[in-house]
């Protein structure tokens, strides 16, 4: 499975947009971006994925480099319930699995 | 709440022992994932069921088995218990098999062996 490279950790304010990034210089051409995010005491919970366009949803944008090498997770207002662990995972579009291999992932702290 | 369910959340049990975990899928998945995080591995994949069938294989140890039965639900049983084994042990759903089903994950088990 390709590899992705996230920070450790970012911090953000309250009510200010956060942008969290995630390289995968080595994704091919089939790979899906999908981000998910835990929240603490709680089980991973499904953000965003994207191929090659970007992509908004309730929750979030997916921002996606025109090479598909890097993408960023948009959220456009931080509130303290988006305190969580983000975790981008790629998964193999020709294989038809779905298993989702998580990395370290970027732990978000939101500053009151 | 995810509509994933899973039971027990907390099992306490011995080395040796041997234990079953219960999750039942959203209503209408038929898919079913299991996950094990612990501080050391973090959040790794175990295997995948998709309406009764194995669909996928992770770091699954031999010890340790699953199986999704007629009705969806799904039962992960962890036999020959380590203290390694101690961990969070999640179930997801999805509708279908492929990559573009987004897992809904339930709250998870947490096992501890002592």
């Known amino acids: 499975d390709a590899k992705t490279t996230q920070p450790n950790s970012m911090e953000s304010n309250e009510e200010e947009p956060v942008h969290l990034p995630c390289n995968h210089s080595t994704i091919s051409g089939t790979d899906y971006i999908h981000w998910y995010r835990q929240l603490p005491s709680q089980g991973p919970e499904y953000v965003i994925h994207g191929l090659t366009s970007n992509v908004n949803n309730r929750m979030a944008s997916l921002a996606i480099a025109e090479d598909r090498k890097s993408s960023t997770l948009i959220l456009h207002r931080a509130t303290l319930r988006d305190a969580a662990v983000y975790y981008c995972i790629l998964i193999d579009g020709q294989t038809g699995a779905n298993n989702l291999f998580f990395g370290t992932g970027t732990r978000l702290t939101v500053i009151p | 709440d995810s509509g994933v369910t899973q039971t027990p959340k907390h099992l306490i049990t011995a080395t040796g022992q041997r234990v079953t975990l219960r999750c039942s899928p959203r209503?209408?998945?038929?898919?079913v994932y299991w996950y094990q995080q612990s501080l050391d591995q973090g959040l790794q994949f175990l295997i995948q069921y998709y309406n009764g069938e194995e669909r996928a294989k992770g770091n699954i140890l031999e010890r340790f088995s699953a199986q999704q039965f007629p009705d969806l639900h799904s039962e992960l049983n962890l036999s020959s218990l380590e203290l390694g084994d101690s961990a969070l042990y999640f179930c997801?759903?999805?509708?279908?098999?492929?990559?573009?089903?987004?897992?809904?994950f339930g709250p998870g088990t947490r096992l501890t062996v002592l």
């Open positions: 209503s209408g998945d038929l898919s």
């Open positions: 997801a759903s999805s509708v279908g098999a492929g990559n573009y089903n987004e897992q809904f």
